[in-house]
């Protein structure tokens, strides 16, 4: 009787410990946020990405004021379209601009948000016309390489 009485002791904590380790697991890989809050959802139109993942954080001044809510292309206008679920506590005006930016070097991509100046605030349904596309390490890379061969071959114009 005494055994069995530790066998489940011992098998509930394991359970415990278990629950514990997925649900860590889950919020490191920002698989998972327990959010409270009530949000509103808006909209913008976006060139390139890169590599904004759903569920990817949206910050203004550092704070993180909601989250990427899904991805989808516009095949109208050949866009990403990205959907915000923005904290209801937090308002910017209606002229605000988002831009795609990285978290150090190689770190993970979010949506960075400049207040605007209007009025009025975004409210739900609302769509943000003014964007910036993701900086691309890759294009950037090439870029700086195509110029470097282009200068090496091109003959000098200084006359020598």
Known sequence: MERSKNDLW??????????ALV???????NLLSLNFQSTYR??????NIGGLKP??????????VGRVAGISFDDERYQARIDLDMDAR???PKDSSLK??????????YIGVEAGAA????????????????????????????????NAASPDKGGK
């Open 119 to 150: 009025e009025d605030n975004l409210a739900a349904g609302d769509n943000v016309t003014s964007t910036q596309s993701a900086v691309v390490l890759e294009n950037l890379i090439s870029q700086f390489l195509f110029n470097s061969a282009a």
């Open 23 to 29: 649900f860590l697991a889950l919020q490191a890989a």
């Open 10 to 19: 011992v098998g509930l904590f394991v359970m415990i410990g278990l629950a």
């Open 100 to 109: 795609i930016l990285t978290s150090g070097l190689l770190g993970e991509q």
């Open 42 to 47: 808006i909209t913008a139109q976006f060139d």
């Open 55 to 64: 569920k990817a954080a949206v910050r203004s001044g550092g704070v993180v």
């Open 90 to 92: 937090f308002k910017f």
